[in-house]
């Protein structure tokens, strides 16, 4: 005799079951349907590299791979439930197709072999859900803000496997299956069944009942996929294979130059992107990217996650059909009925959020679209914001100070400036920063001492040098830093000069990313790239010191924005003498100083302010200086090791070398 069973075995009439399967499939694409309706309300998207998105794709979905899913735990969890219903539905496939067509797919070695696996996988997938169940509700390492509609899906999931072994179970009991060694957890069911001394009538009226019960469990649950969360499973993947390759912190690139520098931003959902849209609904709640929030962790009203979830629920509302008038239009609006002002202006842009995402969700880009959105509002910005743009606009600076040439001399030579040189090989940008802070000047005359020292031709732009407009732009100002753009590019259009060296890596961002849109192409490197030229070719040598340990600062522009991370470690370990000791959570994964997205021009509203934070980190490493290489972290940094009783010093990596040589 050879190994199979009967299909649909003690079921009398299947027209029910079709019913019910066309039934759950309707819903199910009517789901799908206005899911992808709602997706393409937003601005079209453009994507290439086509080869490259499925590798990334399949590589994400078939091996789950750890860049994705983080953490053993969660990614055997995932793989268990993934590949148990993989598995589970091909079995059923294989059924369906035998079945209907009357090919002998389920007989023999075939039968025998495909039994087992699902047996098997199924198991798994139970697994996987009791593993979901426990880190869900007792270990809950992550956030304990989960909803009905996660406890429904861990139910109804248990249910179907849990109901469909206690199906096959009855079967092999009823039926006395002699192929029962190859369906093991049925059997062992099947032997549980027989322990509690289930009569076979018994068995059979029970089976009939509990089958029907297991195929609506199956269609509701194939049915509820499009309105729970759960339909991350289709709307992740899909977001993988949309994923920007860019580096973090990208933000929506604007025709340059546009006449249209007003309505750019986003006020209503309909002006995301519709990879923005589908975001919405990708995320997976996993609450990693409000883990590691420096602004949410500082107490400050943010949460990228909930963020996310707000205008999910805004979505839902606005498609219903309980929605409002049509030409209510206010009722659509994102800004203070969505998100409010307090929570869109706490991001730094650092872009932790961004490397922490599984899935690749980009958060700044969506900040700073709706912070666009308020170019369009009278008032729309807060009071020191538009004071702060006001200076900018009409003096080309945040503190409305006019160039002293005394800012830029050392106590050996006056620094020349670039429209008397006209062609040089290094042009220094100061920066804003570096130009008119007390602290940072004291960085800038370094650093001309060091490029003296090593026998550097270098020049200044002086007074031609205007805001690099990167905070202006993570702010929203489109219009404003298009200005300051182009006006810069056409005043270093007009010399000759190799290379651009800036201490500032909001400036190196804007220098080297975004002024290109604009017709501005130069080679520009951080000050800590050129200073590791310098000691690498020789001319500049270290003489050492004398036991001093330091911990570094990676800057979010420099580090995770640019990926430069090795360059001022480089710097300071050339130095002898010097211990360099690292915090717990370093480079993609270092905590921002609080300065970036224009936060630095903001007041701090939280209970502890996030620079404070950064240096009680720092100060775990029992360091004798905290070392950073950005304008703004040395800013911040030093206002809040001067507020905490501490030998700590802040310091940037130029003074350290040079105190050193």
Known sequence: MEATRQLYWNIGEKGLMYLFALLALAIFIIGIVKKIKRWKQGRPIVYDNLGLRFKSFFSAIVKHDLEVFRGTFRRYMHLSVFYGFTVLTFGTLVIAIQDHFGIALFYGNKYLVLSLLMDLFGLMALIGIGMATYKRYIDKPDHEDYTFDDALLLVLVFA???????????????????????????????????????????????????????????????????????????????????????????????????????????????????????????????????????????????????????????????????????????????????????????????GLCEDKCPIYIEHIKRIVDVRRGLLSVDAGYPAEIQKVFKNISEVGNPWVQRLDAKYYLTEESKIPILSKIKETEVLYWVGCYGSYEARNRKVSKVMFKIFEKAGVNFVIMGSEEKCCGNSVRRLGNEKLFQQLALENINNLNRYKFTTIVTSCPHCFNSLKNEYPQFGGHYQVLHHSEFILELIKAGKIKPKGVKNLKVTFHDPCYLGRYNSIYNAPRDVLNSIPGLELVEMKNNQSKGFCC????????????????????????????????????????????????????????????????????
């Not at 060694?181 to 059979?204: E, H, R």
């Not at 199956?218 to 992740?236: E, R, V």
């Not at 899909?238 to 990208?250: K, V």
């Not at 224009?598 to 950064?614: N, P």
């Open 160 to 350: 179907i496997l849990f109901t469909g072994f206690i199906l096959e179970g009855l079967r092999i009991y009823a039926t006395d299956d002699p192929w029962s060694l190859w369906s093991p957890v049925g059997l062992f069911f099947s032997t549980v069944i027989k322990y509690f001394g289930f009569s076979i009538k018994a068995a059979l009226s029970f089976h009939s009942f509990l089958w029907y019960f297991h195929m609506l469990l199956t269609f509701g649950f194939i049915a509820y996929i499009p309105y729970s969360k759960l339909f991350h499973m289709f709307a992740s993947p899909l977001n993988i294979f949309l994923r920007s390759y860019s580096p973090i912190g990208g933000i929506t690139l604007i025709d340059a130059p546009s006449t249209d520098l007003i309505n750019i931003g986003v006020t209503r959902l309909e002006e995301f992107s519709q990879k923005q849209l589908l975001e919405i609904d990708a995320c997976i709640s996993c609450g990693r990217c409000q883990k590691g929030c420096p602004a949410y962790i500082s107490g400050a009203p943010l949460s990228p996650k909930v963020v996310l979830h707000s205008l999910k629920r805004h979505s839902i509302t606005k498609n219903s059909v309980f929605r409002r008038k049509e030409n209510d239009i206010t009722n659509d609006l994102i800004l203070d009925k969505v998100i409010t002002k307090e929570t869109l202006f706490s991001c730094t842009t650092c």
């Open 594 to 661: 609080g300065a970036g997205g224009g936060r630095i021009w903001m007041e701090d509203i939280q209970e502890h302010t996030i620079s404070s934070l950064l240096v009680k980190k720092a100060q775990r490493t029992e360091s004798d200086i905290l070392a950073s290489a950005c304008s703004l972290c040395l800013t911040t940094l030093s206002e809040a090791v001067s507020d905490i009783d501490s030998d700590l010093s802040s310091q940037d990596i130029a003074e350290i070398l040079y105190d050193a040589l």
